[in-house]
Structure formats: C-alpha cells, structure tokens
C-alpha cells in the first residue's frame, strides 16, 4: 500500500498550462505503476496517462501531444506536464499506483488501481 498526494493544479486560462505531481509515500516507488486519472462533473473517471516503473506510458487521445507524464524514482514522485489546456480539461484530477514488480507494466483501467490519492482541481477558463 502506498499514500498518494497530490499538487499542483489551479486555474488557468485557456492555452496555459499546468505541472502537476503526486508524492507516494513508502518504499519501493520502483515498483509501483503509476497513472492519472481525471474526473469531470457528472462524468466517470476517466484514464489520462501511465507510466511502468521503467518509464513505459500511454496517453488518452484526447492529451498526446499535449500533455506528458513522467515520473522521478528518487523523489517518490510522478508528475503530469499539460500545455495547451482548454476548458474540456476542467477536472479533478487523481492519482493512482498499483504494485508491479516487473516494472513494464502501465495501467488504463481505473479497476486496475489499488491506491489513490485525494486528488487536484484543473480549472481552464476560457
């Protein structure tokens, strides 16, 4: 099990941009697969990037080549880089790990998440 806390969201104008992290507690960061999720009013959490403990990832179409995951094994930390917001990317958005102990494993399925963290409000005004 792993604490997940998450930071760095706000509100920002259309066009801007937003680097979110999330700090897992613990040890063995390596191991865990790691993703972000976003939840919009009314909406179900939907998946927005992976990545394995290696640094495998996927996207959501809706962000590639927009936004970018990323993640720091000797901070504990995963982090969200989002340019070019625009206001369809209002959400909360969450956290999530899942011990892999390959390390090449990344995650799309919100079942799939054993731990999340409380998550960050984005909000892109337009």
């Known amino acids: 099990q792993v604490q997940l806390v998450e930071s760095g969201g706000g509100l920002v104008q259309a066009g801007g941009s937003l680097r979110l992290s999330c700090l897992a507690s613990?040890?063995?960061?390596?191991?865990?697969?790691m993703g972000w999720f976003r939840q919009a009013p009314g909406k179900e959490r939907a998946f927005v990037a992976g990545i394995s403990g290696t640094g495998r990832i996927a996207y959501a179409e809706s962000v590639k080549g927009r936004f970018t995951i990323s993640r720091d094994n000797a901070k504990n930390t995963v982090y969200l880089q989002t340019n070019s917001l625009t206001p369809e990317d209002t959400a909360v958005y969450y956290c999530?790990?899942?011990?892999?102990?390959?390390?090449?494993?990344?995650?799309?399925?919100?079942?799939?998440?054993?731990?999340w963290g409380q998550g960050t409000q984005v909000t892109v005004s337009s």
């Open positions: 613990g040890r063995s960061f390596s191991t865990f697969s």
């Open positions: 999530g790990a899942k011990k892999d102990y390959s390390g090449t494993v990344y995650y799309t399925r919100t079942y799939e998440y054993t731990d």
